[in-house]
């Protein structure tokens, strides 16, 4: 497991760089497509995590802890248990650098919420 390292994981809630960083290699899945578990804390807000299989996470979950079981958040009195990303909107057989940040926005359309980030357009 890579310690403090760089993601374009950020806080869904506030849009803040997490703190302690980590990339956790899986291992390869079918036709060795590399498979990652990207994490981080918000000071604020707690832990999130995202899956990356070869491209930008679909969903990016609040977690208890690091690979934790994943927790419930309310937004304007709704349950999330998870937020999609633009990238989930998009054709998965677009080719895409799955770092790309744009692409790990939280899609609060989809959501049917407004983002609690201030001047948001995601």
């Not at 981080?40 to 070869?54: D, L, T």
Request: proline content about 8%.
């Amino acid at each position: 497991m890579q310690s403090g390292t760089r993601t374009p994981l950020r806080c869904p809630l506030c849009d803040g760089e997490l703190t302690s960083t980590r990339i956790k290699q899986i291992g390869d899945v079918t036709a060795h497509l590399r498979w990652e578990i990207h994490a981080g804390e918000c000071p604020e807000h707690g832990w999130f995590q995202a899956e990356v299989i070869s491209k930008p996470p679909r969903e990016v979950f609040p977690v208890h802890r690091l690979g934790g079981a994943t927790r419930r958040v309310q937004i304007e009195g709704r349950d999330v248990f998870a937020f999609p990303t633009v990238w989930n909107s998009m054709d998965a057989r677009t080719i895409v650098d799955p770092l790309d940040p744009e692409l790990w926005k939280i899609d609060w359309e989809r959501l049917r919420l407004r983002s609690p980030v201030a001047g948001s357009t995601t």
